[in-house]
Structures are given as structure tokens and as C-alpha cells.
């Protein structure tokens, strides 16, 4: 097994490998967000009450209105805010791992 110091390699494939995983997580979980977020910031429309009655009134309306491409409006965005976090998670705990199994932990 390497020691810490030798392990550059596999630092490089835990980054390559936490970035995939962030770009996995940011289109699995960006439809969600965006129905969230409209759902949370939708305002009385025209004296007549909310456009949005519910999260399925608000896939439908997105769907017809804007297509599927509608539910990834940000997602740049959101992978600029999670992709970080995802590497650096990964690689920390990777190395926590390594580092304890080196002291027999």
C-alpha cells in the first residue's frame, strides 16, 4: 500500500472520480431545485392567486412552457456550488481513510 506521501495518483483519481460524481448529483438533483424554487418564490399572479397549485401543476407548466431543458435553467450554477464541495468532501475523507489505515486504524 502507498503511504500518504506517495499517493499522488490516487489523489488524482479521487479527484477525477468526486468531479463525475458532482456532475451525476448536479443533473439528478437540478430538476428538483428548480420546481423548489419556483414553488417557494412564486407571487400572486394578476389579483388571482398563485401560478403554481402544487409541485405536479409545477412539472407540468415548466414541461409544456419550456421543455425538459426548463428544469436544468441554472445548473451551471449549481455545479459551480457543489462541485467543490463534492471534490473536497471526497478527497478529505479518502484521505482520512488512507491515513488511518496506515496507522492501524
Same mark, same amino acid.
Not at 17 to 26: D, I, N, P, Q, Y
Not at 61 to 90: D, N, Q
Given at each position: #500500500?502507498?503511504? !500518504?506521501?506517495? %499517493?499522488?495518483?490516487?489523489?488524482?483519481?479521487? !479527484? %477525477? %472520480? =468526486?468531479?463525475?460524481?458532482?456532475?451525476?448529483?448536479? &443533473? @439528478? #438533483?437540478?430538476? #428538483?431545485?428548480? !420546481? =423548489? &424554487?419556483?414553488?417557494?418564490?412564486? *407571487?400572486?399572479?394578476?389579483? *388571482? $392567486?398563485?401560478?403554481?397549485? $402544487?409541485?405536479?401543476?409545477?412539472?407540468?407548466k415548466?414541461?409544456r412552457?419550456? $421543455?425538459? &431543458?426548463?428544469?436544468? *435553467?441554472?445548473?451551471?450554477?449549481?455545479? #459551480?456550488?457543489?462541485?467543490?464541495h463534492?471534490?473536497?468532501?471526497?478527497?478529505?475523507? +479518502?484521505?482520512? *481513510?488512507?491515513?488511518? @489505515? +496506515?496507522?492501524?486504524?
Amino acid at each position: #500500500m502507498p503511504t !500518504v506521501l506517495t %499517493a499522488r495518483p490516487l489523489v488524482l483519481s479521487d !479527484v %477525477a %472520480a =468526486s468531479l463525475v460524481t458532482g456532475l451525476v448529483v448536479t &443533473t @439528478a #438533483m437540478n430538476p #428538483m431545485d428548480v !420546481v =423548489s &424554487t419556483r414553488l417557494y418564490s412564486q *407571487k400572486v399572479v394578476n389579483g *388571482k $392567486g398563485h401560478l403554481y397549485s $402544487g409541485v405536479v401543476d409545477c412539472i407540468l407548466k415548466t414541461l409544456r412552457a419550456e $421543455g425538459i &431543458t426548463g428544469f436544468y *435553467k441554472g445548473w451551471a450554477a449549481h455545479y #459551480m456550488r457543489l462541485g467543490p464541495h463534492t471534490v473536497f468532501t471526497f478527497l478529505f475523507w +479518502e484521505q482520512a *481513510k488512507r491515513i488511518a @489505515a +496506515e496507522l492501524g486504524y
